[in-house]
């Protein structure tokens, strides 16, 4: 058995749930695929799932570093394929559940980034550009050093322009001469919950009041050892740590930490279409839409 499901999507669709209701169904587990669930006591801005939430379902790839600890996607990678190998050993059902698309494309299309490590000190740089003459002009740098990436990758995607220049400044080498890649060793049903985008809209904005009246505030202040780290641009974090610097109203920063959700979810919408994968959209009604087509698959039909 070599099967592995996969949920993959937006911010704030109802991911979480649906893998429970599966993974309960098909006495699964479940693992994480967010960059930023790893980090231990980032909860409530994460949307982090509950022990209760969790219906007594092992999750696993949540709460494995501290947020001033590095951690790649080829680190993710490494260590969910040990998951994964031991989950099939016993012949249980993995679930990768996220929204970090890097992760899971990284995962099933074996890719390998170990010969370009991250620098941070260049990625500082290179955001400074792009703060100061826009995302087009960052973009054009890439075409200048690998036209090929540079036409696979949005203009507007800086994360992925950053990397792949990132990658050429350590190798001297394009994205795709650098990173290695080998067909999919598993048999992955991927699915993408979907449903209209205002109600998605919605959903975001409710899950940001909500996340605010559990205490999104004393995390980020329990969390002040960490705010110069990496981990704490993670979306709700960085705008709750601007608000308390600058004396920032908490409903101007909710409202703004809606708006950079919303457009993470777009920018998600937009890269789960661009992983080479077969995949299955599913509207409203997530789990009965996915059961007939789980039951199929796993029975080998």
Not at 233 to 247: D, H, L
Not at 264 to 286: C, H, L, P
Request: aromatic fraction near 8%; hydrophobic fraction near 35%; include cysteine.
């Amino acid at each position: 058995m070599n099967k592995l499901l996969i949920i993959g999507g937006p911010t704030g669709i109802g991911k979480s749930e649906l893998a429970v209701k599966l993974a309960k169904r098909y006495n699964a587990v479940i693992l994480s695929a967010d960059s930023a669930q790893i980090y231990k006591g980032m909860n409530i801005g994460t949307g982090k799932i509950t022990e209760s939430e969790k219906c007594g379902i092992l999750h696993t790839m949540i709460d494995i570093v501290n947020p001033n600890e590095d951690y790649s996607v080829q680190n993710y990678c490494n260590d969910a394929k040990k998951i994964i190998s031991q989950l099939h050993i016993k012949n249980r059902l993995p679930i990768v559940v996220g929204g970090t698309g890097l992760y899971i494309n990284a995962l099933i299309n074996e890719q390998n980034f170990a010969d370009a490590k991250p620098d941070y000190e260049l990625r500082e740089r290179l955001r400074a550009i792009c703060d100061e003459k826009g995302a087009a002009e960052l973009h054009a740098m890439l075409q200048a050093v690998d036209k090929q990436s540079a036409e696979k990758i949005p203009v507007n995607d800086v994360k992925r322009t950053i990397r792949a220049l990132e990658i050429h400044s350590q190798t001297g080498k394009s994205k795709s001469q650098s990173v290695t890649q080998k067909t999919c060793p598993y048999d992955v049903k991927f699915f993408i919950p979907e449903m209209d985008r205002t109600k998605l809209y919605e959903r975001i904005n409710l899950r940001t009041d909500a996340m605010i009246e559990n205490g999104l505030y004393d995390e980020v202040l329990s969390l002040k050892p960490f705010w110069e780290c990496r981990s704490m641009q993670a979306i709700g974090y960085k705008e709750v740590i601007a608000s308390i610097k600058q004396n920032i109203s908490c409903a101007e920063t909710a409202e703004i930490i809606k708006q950079n959700s919303r457009k993470y979810a777009k920018r998600q919408i937009t890269f789960f279409k661009w992983i080479s994968s077969e995949k299955t959209y599913v509207s409203e009604n997530f789990f009965e839409n996915t059961i007939k087509i789980t039951d199929e698959w796993l029975n080998g039909n």
